[in-house]
């Protein structure tokens, strides 16, 4: 007997999650998987932090803890930590309490809170995301209800790095109140970000267009190894005035990527407007949720508001973009030796997890086959699949694609 | 809107504040923004805490306490979460439809390990942000592939029910179900309006301890409907959000979900392990689609997680990882049983207590829907106008509907809270 649902099709499957699949079925001993976004130790391992598993063991300790459900906005301690942790402790949006947070279900939970308190609270229809994006960026704004859906040109292709001439060209003929998706560090997939001027230039179309800016903030401290640094855009436009949201993940930084810990700060020029916009926000996550998960948010919120823990924290996000830094230059350095054809300065040059390696989607596919090295067929590749035992392999790997495989 | 006392004080402010470069160019986008309504619930408990009362009551809270009005971690979780810390597991992403082993563990919980429908790969589960996240799923689903836009709810029901469904564009209808007379099921009502319902309808059911009425069909009455909404083509969505919490048995409390199965229907189920497991804050839930064979299952698969990635990519794990490991661990399993069952008990206690209280204060009203219904919620019957007066005199705090939250009963104040019930029903 067909069942109601016998028409429904099979969607096609996401590719990161293919590609993974891909990877775990291959018995191939010198497998690597560049594609997956999540650290990596030097030997290929899941790193859950220290200062997470001391401050987690204390809280299984803690009697007085229990499971009780978090208000409908999340766990306060948390979200006045997190939001504080990007606009800075001295920021006067904070002092003048035109800040609030919202926990929320990581970073792509902070979008989706986002774009639906956007889309039915303002009203606001359009947005951008940069050419190329995270694969998810469209699909949540599209499920929050926006039809117009736009490309500012971000990726330069011949020069590996920003196209910031079309980048503001584009942001230029949108239209008022099209909310304008922004890679705070570490931009995902490209690892390009534009300098501190370039960043002027976008605040001044911003302003000039009236167009809403949210700043995907999924690296602050995992870029850098800076905090400060890493958040110095959100800063500069929170400073220069303008209303904005920041989506916050705790899933690179802290290691918490099955926890889904995040907040969405909102920065509003009255600070009398925040309570009926939280009341709003409240009856988009009732009737999406109730109420985030406790766990994640609570170690979080420990650690931020703990001295010692900050400190030990910060130790281990300075670990995790250090090697990094190391594996790119490592990268960088092989293929120079090798004399393999082509610019290779941008695996330096470029920021945080991944780096856009400009491979073609035939090299990729070359790679995978002969070298049983996984990477996305944009050519983006996960730096933290890059070790000292296998950084040789990778390098021969795009030497050969590059000389020997196809175009 | 109308300018309230709070608006003029913010315009004011407004006005005298200095001019800087973040306000001298346009008011705020979000300057027209309306305060949405207050909760209800919400507001039950915040006056609540106001009060300075000593014998102060908060029958509003839809979470368990312990005799001591505490709130209760199960010793089974606390010994699940030694072993999880123990075991020092990752912190992986999980897949999309979240962890294998706990929605396996989920559904056969619900379905029963012997299930035919588990056996033969015919389910589509997932990992859901408990029970609401798991409605949320479902909705949306729903929206996209059901071909009638409209769900059918029981009058009344649970508060948040609405805002999920018409959130994807639903629209909203309800069948009879509580019948304020009796303070029982409207059976009758029920099945006349089945009856009259269009071909193929997506109808919601409590699979247990209905929320906010405490009122259950017992399996005679839901043979019944089973039968009927068979002969309607009905789309059944069960939400049970209350499996073993009901009556102490995890198998009792699963009766209709595994009747409508045995019959036939191919059944939509949302679940939460917030209450029966205690794990509230942890958001430990699961949706699944029945479906006509394992290939289907499949392809319904692929459709829920294309839902999933754009609301928050992958769920929690901390709160699938205690459920899974109790229910995979036999000992443990045993234990949870019996924590279950201890917090079963204690509601159905205070029940009984409650209405000996009443009988015994003289009153001469009938309260056997007070033992007859189950589960964390009670509809006592009385009107807005006396649950004011309990309130005011009695410093007890309830919503106007006259529901009373079980778990906020002790066997400390349970003689209080009969006297005053009395007092404002005589």
């Given at each position: 007997?067909?069942?109601r649902?016998?028409?429904?099709?099979?969607?096609?499957?996401?590719?990161?999650?293919?590609?993974?699949?891909?990877?775990?079925?291959?018995a191939?001993?010198?497998?690597?998987?560049?594609?997956?976004?999540?650290?990596?130790?030097?030997?290929?391992?899941?790193?859950?932090?220290?200062?997470?598993?001391e401050?987690?063991?204390?809280?299984?300790?803690?009697t007085?803890?229990?499971h009780?459900?978090l208000?409908?906005?999340?766990?306060?301690?948390f979200?006045?930590?997190?939001?504080?942790?990007?606009?800075?402790e001295?920021?006067?949006?904070?002092k003048?309490?035109?800040?609030?947070?919202?926990?929320?279900?990581?970073?792509?939970?902070?979008?989706?809170?986002?774009?639906?308190?956007?889309?039915?609270?303002?009203?606001?229809?359009?947005?951008?995301?940069?050419?190329p994006?995270?694969g998810?960026?469209?699909?949540?704004?599209?499920?929050?209800?926006?039809?117009?859906?736009?490309q500012?040109?971000?990726?330069?292709?011949?020069?590996?790095?920003?196209?910031?001439?079309?980048?503001?060209?584009?942001?230029n003929a949108?239209s008022?109140n099209?909310?304008?998706?922004?890679?705070?560090?570490?931009?995902n997939?490209?690892?390009?970000?534009?300098?501190?001027?370039?960043?002027?230039?976008?605040?001044?179309?911003?302003e000039?267009k009236?167009?809403?800016?949210?700043?995907d903030?999924?690296?602050?401290?995992?870029?850098?190894?800076?905090?400060?640094?890493?958040?110095?855009?959100?800063r500069?436009?929170?400073d220069?005035?303008?209303?904005l949201?920041v989506?916050?993940s705790?899933a690179k930084?802290?290691g918490?990527?099955n926890?889904?810990?995040?907040?969405l700060?909102?920065?509003?020029?009255?600070?009398?407007?925040?309570?009926?916009?939280?009341?709003?926000?409240?009856?988009?996550?009732?009737?999406?949720y109730?109420?985030?998960?406790n766990?994640?948010?609570?170690v979080?919120?420990?650690v931020?508001?703990?001295?010692?823990?900050?400190?030990?924290?910060?130790?281990?996000?300075?670990?995790m973009?250090?090697?990094?830094?190391?594996?790119?230059?490592g990268?960088?350095?092989?293929?120079?030796k090798?004399?393999?054809?082509g610019l290779?300065?941008?695996?330096?040059?470029?920021?945080?997890?991944?780096?856009?390696?400009?491979?073609?989607?035939g090299?990729?596919?070359?790679i995978?086959?002969?070298?049983h090295?996984?990477?996305?067929?944009s050519?983006?590749?996960?730096?933290c699949g890059?070790?000292?035992?296998?950084?040789d392999?990778?390098?021969?790997?795009?030497?050969?694609?590059?000389?020997?495989g196809?175009? | 809107?109308?300018?309230?006392?709070?608006?003029?004080?913010?315009l004011?402010?407004?006005?005298?504040?200095p001019?800087?470069?973040?306000?001298?160019?346009?008011?705020?986008l979000w300057?027209?923004?309306?305060?949405?309504?207050?909760?209800?619930?919400?507001?039950v408990?915040?006056?609540?805490?106001?009060?300075t009362?000593?014998?102060?009551?908060?029958?509003?809270v839809?979470?368990?306490r312990?005799?001591?009005?505490?709130?209760?971690?199960?010793?089974s979780?606390?010994?699940?979460?030694?072993?999880?810390?123990?075991?020092?597991?990752?912190?992986e992403?999980?897949?999309?439809?979240?962890?294998a082993?706990?929605?396996?563990?989920a559904?056969?919980l619900?379905?029963?390990?012997?299930?035919?429908?588990?056996?033969?790969?015919?389910?589509?589960?997932?990992?859901?942000?408990?029970?609401?996240?798991?409605?949320?799923i479902?909705s949306?689903?729903?929206a996209?592939?059901?071909?009638?836009?409209?769900?059918?709810f029981?009058?009344p029901?649970?508060g948040?029910?609405?805002?999920?469904?018409?959130h994807?564009?639903m629209?909203?209808?309800?069948y009879?179900?509580?019948?304020?007379?009796t303070?029982?099921?409207?059976?009758?009502?029920?099945?006349?309006?089945?009856?009259?319902?269009?071909?193929?309808?997506?109808?919601?059911?409590?699979a247990?301890?209905?929320?906010?009425?405490?009122?259950?069909?017992n399996?005679?009455?839901?043979?019944?409907?089973?039968?009927?909404?068979?002969?309607?083509?009905?789309?059944?969505?069960?939400?049970?959000?209350?499996?073993?919490?009901?009556?102490?048995?995890v198998?009792?409390?699963?009766?209709?979900?595994?009747?409508?199965?045995?019959?036939?229907?191919?059944?939509?189920?949302?679940?939460?392990?917030?209450?029966?497991?205690?794990?509230?804050g942890?958001?430990?839930?699961?949706?699944?689609?029945?479906c006509s064979?394992?290939?289907?299952?499949?392809?319904?698969?692929?459709q829920?997680?294309?839902?999933?990635?754009?609301?928050?990519?992958?769920?929690p794990?901390?709160?699938?990882?205690?459920?899974?490991?109790i229910?995979?661990?036999?000992?443990?399993?045993?234990?949870?049983?019996?924590?279950?069952?201890?917090?079963?008990?204690?509601?159905?206690?205070?029940?009984?207590?409650l209405r000996?209280?009443?009988?015994?204060?003289?009153?001469?009203?009938?309260?056997?829907?007070?033992?007859?219904?189950?589960?964390?919620?009670?509809?006592?019957?009385?009107?807005?106008?006396?649950?004011?007066?309990l309130t005011?005199?009695f410093?007890?705090y309830l919503?106007?509907?006259?529901?009373?939250s079980?778990?906020?009963i002790?066997?400390?104040?349970v003689?209080y809270?009969?006297?005053?019930?009395?007092?404002?029903?005589?």
């Amino acid at each position: 007997m067909a069942g109601r649902f016998s028409e429904v099709s099979q969607a096609a499957a996401i590719e990161v999650f293919a590609v993974v699949k891909a990877f775990n079925d291959d018995a191939h001993e010198k497998k690597v998987n560049l594609s997956i976004g999540a650290y990596r130790t030097d030997d290929s391992k899941p790193w859950v932090l220290p200062v997470v598993r001391e401050t987690e063991t204390a809280m299984a300790a803690d009697t007085s803890l229990n499971h009780e459900y978090l208000p409908i906005l999340g766990l306060e301690s948390f979200s006045t930590a997190a939001t504080k942790m990007v606009l800075g402790e001295n920021s006067a949006v904070l002092k003048e309490g035109r800040a609030t947070g919202i926990q929320t279900l990581s970073g792509t939970g902070a979008l989706r809170v986002a774009a639906d308190t956007l889309k039915h609270v303002l009203k606001y229809n359009s947005f951008y995301f940069s050419n190329p994006t995270w694969g998810n960026h469209k699909m949540i704004f599209e499920h929050a209800g926006f039809t117009e859906t736009h490309q500012y040109r971000y990726w330069d292709a011949a020069n590996r790095g920003l196209d910031i001439n079309g980048m503001l060209e584009d942001l230029n003929a949108a239209s008022a109140n099209s909310v304008i998706i922004l890679h705070a560090c570490a931009h995902n997939p490209t690892g390009v970000d534009p300098t501190q001027e370039q960043w002027k230039q976008i605040a001044d179309v911003i302003e000039a267009k009236s167009l809403f800016p949210i700043f995907d903030t999924a690296y602050q401290g995992f870029a850098s190894g800076d905090l400060d640094k890493d958040a110095w855009a959100v800063r500069y436009f929170a400073d220069r005035g303008f209303e904005l949201m920041v989506t916050q993940s705790f899933a690179k930084n802290f290691g918490l990527y099955n926890e889904r810990v995040g907040n969405l700060a909102v920065v509003v020029k009255d600070a009398s407007v925040i309570p009926a916009l939280r009341s709003q926000v409240t009856l988009l996550v009732r009737g999406s949720y109730s109420n985030p998960p406790n766990h994640g948010a609570r170690v979080v919120s420990t650690v931020l508001n703990n001295p010692k823990l900050f400190e030990e924290w910060r130790t281990c996000i300075r670990t995790m973009s250090s090697r990094i830094q190391e594996m790119r230059a490592g990268l960088r350095e092989r293929l120079e030796k090798l004399g393999t054809p082509g610019l290779w300065d941008h695996i330096t040059s470029q920021i945080g997890m991944f780096s856009y390696s400009g491979l073609s989607a035939g090299q990729v596919k070359f790679i995978a086959e002969k070298y049983h090295i996984y990477m996305l067929s944009s050519g983006r590749i996960n730096i933290c699949g890059l070790t000292t035992k296998n950084i040789d392999y990778v390098a021969e790997a795009i030497n050969d694609a590059v000389l020997n495989g196809p175009k | 809107m109308a300018v309230t006392g709070a608006k003029v004080f913010s315009l004011l402010k407004t006005n005298y504040k200095p001019l800087t470069a973040a306000t001298s160019r346009y008011a705020s986008l979000w300057s027209n923004v309306e305060m949405g309504p207050p909760d209800a619930i919400l507001g039950v408990t915040e006056a609540f805490k106001k009060d300075t009362n000593p014998n102060k009551i908060n029958l509003g809270v839809g979470a368990y306490r312990d005799d001591n009005n505490k709130p209760f971690v199960l010793p089974s979780v606390r010994k699940a979460e030694a072993i999880m810390t123990s075991k020092a597991l990752d912190k992986e992403y999980a897949p999309i439809s979240g962890s294998a082993e706990f929605c396996h563990a989920a559904i056969s919980l619900a379905f029963g390990e012997g299930s035919s429908v588990l056996q033969e790969g015919r389910n589509a589960t997932v990992q859901g942000i408990s029970g609401t996240g798991s409605l949320r799923i479902g909705s949306a689903f729903l929206a996209k592939f059901f071909p009638i836009k409209t769900v059918w709810f029981p009058s009344p029901t649970w508060g948040n029910h609405v805002p999920i469904f018409k959130h994807v564009g639903m629209e909203v209808k309800q069948y009879r179900y509580y019948d304020p007379k009796t303070c029982g099921f409207d059976f009758n009502g029920a099945m006349e309006d089945f009856k009259n319902m269009p071909d193929g309808s997506l109808v919601l059911l409590h699979a247990c301890a209905h929320n906010p009425t405490g009122v259950d069909p017992n399996p005679e009455q839901w043979q019944a409907m089973s039968d009927l909404l068979k002969s309607k083509k009905a789309l059944p969505f069960f939400d049970m959000a209350y499996q073993g919490f009901a009556s102490g048995s995890v198998d009792k409390d699963a009766f209709a979900v595994r009747k409508f199965l045995d019959d036939g229907h191919n059944i939509l189920l949302a679940q939460s392990f917030a209450k029966n497991m205690g794990l509230y804050g942890e958001r430990a839930g699961a949706f699944t689609v029945v479906c006509s064979d394992k290939d289907g299952a499949a392809r319904v698969m692929s459709q829920i997680k294309i839902l999933i990635r754009p609301l928050y990519s992958n769920p929690p794990i901390n709160g699938a990882r205690i459920v899974s490991t109790i229910l995979s661990d036999a000992a443990l399993r045993s234990e949870w049983l019996t924590d279950v069952k201890g917090m079963a008990d204690r509601i159905i206690s205070m029940r009984t207590q409650l209405r000996a209280n009443l009988e015994k204060e003289g009153s001469t009203r009938n309260w056997s829907h007070i033992t007859d219904q189950i589960g964390m919620f009670c509809f006592t019957g009385m009107t807005p106008a006396q649950v004011e007066k309990l309130t005011k005199e009695f410093s007890v705090y309830l919503t106007k509907d006259g529901r009373i939250s079980m778990a906020g009963i002790t066997s400390a104040n349970v003689a209080y809270l009969a006297k005053g019930m009395h007092a404002v029903t005589k």
